[in-house]
Nanobody, 127 residues
Framework: QAQLVEYGGGLVEPGGSLRLACAPS???????????MAWFRQAPRKEREFVAG????????YYADSVKGRFTIGRVAAENAVWLQMNALEPDDTAVYFC?????????????????WGQGTRVTVSS
């Protein structure tokens, strides 16, 4: 069973917006101060890639170059929730988006360092 669950995927036209959300699938899931929560995505026939991350302790944010200026990541610490606002969407943003937790914020780009994942939500950008 996935420890995280994502919401908000769907079909959107190029230039449109979507907002994804992520929350623990069980009340017992804990996000610790040293964790970083992040979004990854995997497009068809491509490797999984880092999209955006936010540190839990001090709300520091990181973005992939391909989404800078278009995507915004945020967190609601009291709810253990993370969201991803995606604007000016492009067909190349089409992918399954995953939420994940890494206990070492310094390795935020390395997917293998994440120890909790959601099952993903599909985003399709097409006219």
């Amino acid at each position: 069973q996935a420890q995280l669950v994502e919401y908000g995927g769907g079909l959107v036209e190029p230039g449109g917006s979507l907002r994804l959300a992520c929350a623990p699938s069980t009340p017992s899931f804990t996000i610790y101060a040293n964790d970083i929560m992040a979004w990854f995505r995997q497009a068809p026939r491509k490797e999984r890639e880092f999209v955006a991350g936010v540190t839990w302790r001090n709300n520091k944010k990181y973005y992939a170059d391909s989404v800078k200026g278009r995507f915004t990541i945020g967190r609601v610490a009291a709810e253990n929730a993370v969201w991803l606002q995606m604007n000016a969407l492009e067909p190349d943003d089409t992918a399954v988006y995953f939420c994940a937790r890494n206990p070492d914020a310094y390795t935020y780009r390395d997917g293998s360092k994440y120890n909790a994942w959601g099952q993903g939500t599909r985003v399709t950008v097409s006219s």
